[in-house]
């Protein structure tokens, strides 16, 4: 079951090792390299061995998410996952601890579930470590007052943040609207009173009861020995007792709905939207995979119905659909995105006819090919990839068992248009939609939802498939990519060829072309976009949709000139790439199309307090004259040229420049390295610019600190930004002692100076950072900083952020802190050289400033060799917090409040 998950899982499957089992320790069902074990206390491990990436990911699921909550009590479950964070008797700083080993980590709360994990370089120790980690704050975490009262305001920012978005308050209403009684009517986030006044005594009550082995499931995967794992295991989790409380038993189900409902949400903004949901049933039931099928036939871009209908029509500037499928019945929606000034009432009527009139049009052979094909290529895609697994596993666990991924899988091919229009009737009716008011009727059209048979029933015959995908175990050390690696010249072009034996013989290619100069550039900006954006609207061969199908086919996944492929595919995708490139139509319709969403978008975002900084700080540093490619165009400059664009300034602009008379092609992973160099020399070779070719090179300029405010009135959350310009290029010898800093100060995730400041100390804010920029081949570098809060607590937070600065500046920073920032970078630079695309993207960088990874290499050594004393000096050479220009976009009405 649930088909509608698998374009966003990663999963890769593996060969599984005979073992033997520890005490107490029962070896359950295995499918494709997942084998299930199950403790003495009720905890089921999921092992998942890769040795075909240096990493490992550790997750544990817990099933308990906002619809456990009580009255008074909403948004606790998320609440919740914020205080595991803060420490147990023998991990007090756990922030501090993963950034010391470079892990990637997170958590995250849904309906039905709460999971946690962490991605790492693979080592027994650092494996050995989150085991224990995990194990400990299972049970063990302190869950304190001291840290309620710091995180709840971080928390309430989080929701304040989610308050700026009209799309995400709407949505938030519709479940709140669709539901008399359920708890899928109360958003994850919770509400605001909730979070502000929640007990202690609630949050440790609620921990005790759901955080047990028997309420979780544990999950192992990459590269790892699976016998010693569960050892570790066994030692770390297994030594917890079974608990003896029963878990609360659920009973509430939401009666039919009997009649259309509406609402309507009025706040400032810039964007008119249209919604339109279904309760449909359980993502256990029958119908919930024909219910995938015509999500996708309805809601595709460009290929679906009502993209089709609404947008190639001019009638919408945007479509969507999508479902949230959950335990319970849950939500299918359907949206419109309409231009302001155009009537939406047309559109919902036609969105609204276009949907439950659906089953009355089943879906065609070519619909059932195209929804079949994006769904097996999106769980191929992600059986071949371990490193989200966990995450990805979480919704069908909260389901009821994992195995259900593999069993809709399997069933793909059995669905047919009759089943899927059928189950289409039964529930897109009139009086279980969410839109209208309360109309009396004789006569009803209910939708009736019936009870889900349990996840065991579903699975007792099934039977899963064996593992048949494999690869080498590669190497990411900067030796062994040089080793591997053939650099070379076709034409204009520097080629970067790694060929590697990939898990499903998968294959990244990275082409970057580069023409023209500052002055054929200027005055081209808006055109040289839009017609970027023209590329993949159709070609002399295809139109927009066949396209879309072709690269399907293909199994091109990306964009157009960064994508992923197979081997089986290669030399075809290039054709296509190089074709689409060298042929666009340029069609009439799709470019009103491409004009009504870019501006749609850039309206949007005309009183966003991010979009409003951002916006006003590129501004204020703005030092080229019009019309330069360098300079900024404010928002009614683009709006203005974007109206004033014609067809014809774009083909121009095709003819005059698109070449390949200079660029970089890289390619990493399965491929015969002969037939790739045959395809790019007959598309690309002889392929040249009109244009003569120069880099656009800035420059640094000094700029007079200044303060902005800006007011963005109803908003519930502001943003602080902050910039600093330097004369800094990446080959400057301050440099790698800069990036320690920067680390350590802002960009070290939750464990920074600034995060332990304006969030685990003042919480004052749910999220900022700093940044650092250098140029490679100039010396226009800067260092930024961002961070936001609730309107009223921007003084504070700006105070905070300014004392924190000059602490760095004249206090410098420890040896211990250096000594974290340089595992915590070198473990990620590890991590990103195991990744195909980043290395593909790299040497393309690399080979344009004519580099290697040499030179990688050797910056690592600079990295490692820095002392305290060194960054420190470092930073306060380089940073003047006198100097810093800042941005402040909120609510000034609450501000003063």
Known sequence: MQ?????????????????????????????????????????????????SKPTVTVNVTYLVGSRHENYGETGMAHLLEHLLFKGTPRHRNIPQQFADRGMDYNGTTSLDRTNYYEVFQASPDNLKWALDMEAERMTRSFIAKKDLDSEMTVVR??????ENDPFGVLYKRMESVAYDWHSYGRSTIGNRSDIENVRIENLQSFYRTYYQPDNAVLLVAGKFDPSQTLAWISKTFGVIPKPKRAL??????????DGERQYVVRRKGDVQIVLVGY????????????????????????????HKQL??????????????????????????????????????????AAVEGFAQAAPSAEEMERTRREYANSIEKALNNPQQVGVALSEHIALGDWRLLFQGRDGLAAITPAQVAAAAGRYLKRDNRVVGTFIPDDAPQRAEIGAAPPAAELLKDYKGKASVLSSEVFDPSQDNIMARTELRELGGLKLALLPKRNRGETVVVDLRLRWGDEKNQFGQQIVAAATDQMLTRGTSRYTRAQLADAMSKLKMSGGLYHFETTREHLAAALRLQAHVLKEPAFPEAEFEQMRQQWIVGLEAGRNDPQAVAGRALSEYFDHWPKGDPRSVLTLDEQLAAIKALKLEDLKAYHSAFYGASQGELSVVGDFDKAELLKVAGEELAGWQSKASYAPILDKHVEKAPTRIMLDAPDKENGVFSAHLNLALRTDDPDYPALELANYIFGNGGLKSRLMDRIRQKDGLSYGGGSGLEAGELDNAGGFSIDAIAAPQNMAKLEAAIRQELERAVKQ???????????????QQRLQNRSRDDVVAGAWSHLRYLGRTFVWSKEYEAKLRALTAPQVSAAFRKHIDPAKLTVVIAADAAKAKR
């Open 311 to 352: 947008v190639e029509s001019g009638k919408a500037a945007q479509v969507f659909a999508f479902s949230q499928p959950g335990f319970a019945p849950s939500l299918q929606v359907f949206g419109a995105v309409v231009k302001m000034g155009q009537p939406v009432e047309p559109v919902r009527d036609e969105l609204i």
């Open 157 to 162: 920012n989080e929701y304040e943040s989610g």
């Open 812 to 826: 410098g920073f420890t040896p211990a802190e250096v000594a974290g920032a340089k595992s915590g970078l070198m």
């Open 3 to 51: 088909i509608r998950y698998v374009a966003a899982l990663l999963l890769t499957a593996s060969t599984a090792c005979a073992q033997t089992l520890p005490a107490g320790v029962v070896k359950g069902p295995a499918v494709e390299g997942i084998t299930e074990y199950r403790l003495s206390n009720g905890l089921k491990v999921l092992l998942f061995p890769d040795a």
């Open 279 to 306: 309760k449909v049933p359980s993502g256990l039931h029958a119908d919930a995979d024909p219910l995938a099928f015509m999500n996708h036939v309805l809601g595709d871009t460009p290929n679906g119905r009502l």
């Open 248 to 257: 609360p038993k659920f009973w509430t189900v939401e009666p039919t709905q």
